[in-house]
């Protein structure tokens, strides 16, 4: 078994240019990209890391986007991207960059919406939502897989599934459009039921995606007992 | 001075000359209303259910229940907003009460202040930030009541730095001899958080 993270949180990084070593498609929208950093320093499952784009006459655009990979992948980190179609920055991310390309980036930054190995730990997550969540259930899985984390993870259809072939046991999917053929589990919204699945009733909960989601998703923990003080959200914005 | 160019990017979303000076360093131009909160939504019951109070190092602690506090001088304020996760809104209009009238009644004697809120958020300013009319407690956006995902129904506005300082939900400002972190202060993000300096972060 691996360390837990010991370290706190310190002042972030300096902007640096890290170099896209991989590359791996996750649905038909949304690509990961591994960066490798010259100047890596270990994250808390959660954070994030700013991403600026410079054109030739000094133009610039930046965003932030959630790290999906360990801190114990180190010497970089992972972005899962979604592609949004009138998109400025993932747009350049899924049309422009190819493996070998440099990017621009710092952090970690923010250390509220970071799991800290609390237990139990209820994820929530919408669409694009479940990438710092899975930072969170890949790094407790290496570090304390003993310790009780559930993901519930809502997604539209079959080919909105990011990280398919790592949602194990310990993942409850349901699907809001369209499940695959054959599918037993959920279907619809995140509910009561599919809640009481997980077995986690309190504690701490983690839930993120689009603003929506995140109100809804929230208002049904409360509504089934969890403590509105241990319930940390991260929203992506208007969209989703 | 910028010495890394993006392979291959143009860039999509420019500002319109006439606006470029308004748009601090790093941000874009976003038409929706956003809504970022670090946790749940709190309910804070019906419109005359809250109450604002002003205390701590004060010459005269205040507590303003709904019904006083629409009794003071509201103003429209016309202002742009901008949120530390990169966007930038043009052109809003709230109408809320100025922070001088508030203070001049409590008289601070700290330079300080911590705004808390309902739900347990904090966030820390100067209290030289809170003067001269750049700071409000607003209750209307757009000629409605504020809604409850923006902070209503009251919130505190300081428009000149970036958006976590506008405490939502807001219950009420402790004056301070010293300064203190708030919530997103103690989380990585900056002390003061000035959008033309871009001062996003710890170290910015
Ligand atoms: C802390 C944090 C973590 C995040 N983590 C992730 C993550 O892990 N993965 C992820 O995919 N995203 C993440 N996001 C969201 C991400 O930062 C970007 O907001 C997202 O990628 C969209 O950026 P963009 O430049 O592609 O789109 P933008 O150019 O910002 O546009 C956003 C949307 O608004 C619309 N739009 C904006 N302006 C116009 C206009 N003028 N005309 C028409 N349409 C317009 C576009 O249709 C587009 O869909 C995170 C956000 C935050 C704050």
């Known amino acids: 078994m691996e360390r837990l993270t010991t370290f706190a949180p310190r002042a972030p990084g300096r902007w640096q240019i890290g170099t896209v070593s991989a590359i791996r498609r996750e649905t038909p929208r949304v690509k990961t990209f591994r960066i490798e950093l010259p100047m890596w320093m270990p994250h808390l499952p959660g954070q994030h890391y700013d991403v600026r784009l410079t054109a030739l006459d000094g133009y610039t655009a930046q965003r932030s986007y959630s790290v999906a990979s360990s801190p114990l992948d180190e010497g970089g980190v992972e972005l899962t991207i979604d592609r949004l179609d009138e998109g400025e920055v993932s747009t350049y991310f899924h049309d422009v960059v190819v493996e070998g390309d440099q990017v621009e980036v710092r952090g970690p930054f923010a250390s509220y919406f970071v799991w800290r190995g609390e237990s139990p730990a209820l994820l929530v997550g919408g669409g694009s939502g479940v990438v710092p969540l899975m930072a969170m259930l890949r790094h407790k899985r290496r570090t304390t897989p003993g310790s009780t984390m559930r993901l519930v993870y809502s997604v539209r259809t079959v080919e909105d599934v990011i990280y398919a072939d790592e949602l194990d046991g310990d993942a409850l999917l349901t699907y809001t459009r369209e499940a695959p053929d054959g599918w037993t589990g959920h279907t619809g919204r995140i509910d009561a039921d599919l809640v009481a699945t997980t077995g986690i009733s309190s504690g701490t909960a983690f839930v993120c995606g689009s603003n929506a989601f995140v109100e809804a998703a929230t208002e049904l923990l409360v509504d089934v007992g969890f403590d509105a003080g241990a319930i940390r959200t991260e929203r992506f914005g208007p969209t989703g | ?204």
């Open chain 2, 1 to 204: 001075m910028a010495t890394f160019f993006s392979r291959g990017f143009g860039g999509r979303r420019r500002v319109a000359e006439e606006y470029a000076d308004r748009l601090p360093p790093g941000q874009y131009v976003e038409t929706g209303f956003p809504v970022l909160t670090a946790g749940v939504t709190p309910r804070i019951g019906d419109d005359d259910d809250w109450a604002l109070t002003v205390d701590g190092m004060v010459a005269e602690p205040r507590s303003w229940t709904a019904g006083q506090f629409r009794a003071l001088p509201f103003e429209a304020i016309h202002t742009d907003l901008h949120c530390v996760t990169k966007w930038s809104k043009f052109d809003t209009t709230f109408r809320g009460v100025s922070l001088d009238v508030l203070l001049d009644e409590v008289e601070p004697l700290g330079a300080f202040a911590m705004a808390h809120s309902h739900g347990g958020y904090t966030t820390n300013l100067p209290v030289e930030d809170l003067v001269d009319g750049r700071a409000w407690i607003v209750t209307e956006f757009e000629g409605e009541p504020l809604p409850r995902a923006h902070g209503g129904p009251v919130r505190l506005l300081v428009p000149h730095l970036y958006l976590w300082k506008s405490a939502k939900w807001v219950a009420g400002l402790r004056i301070m001899d010293h300064d203190e972190p708030g919530f997103w202060e103690a989380n990585g993000y900056h002390n003061r958080g000035d959008p033309w300096r871009e001062e996003r972060y710890w170290n910015d």
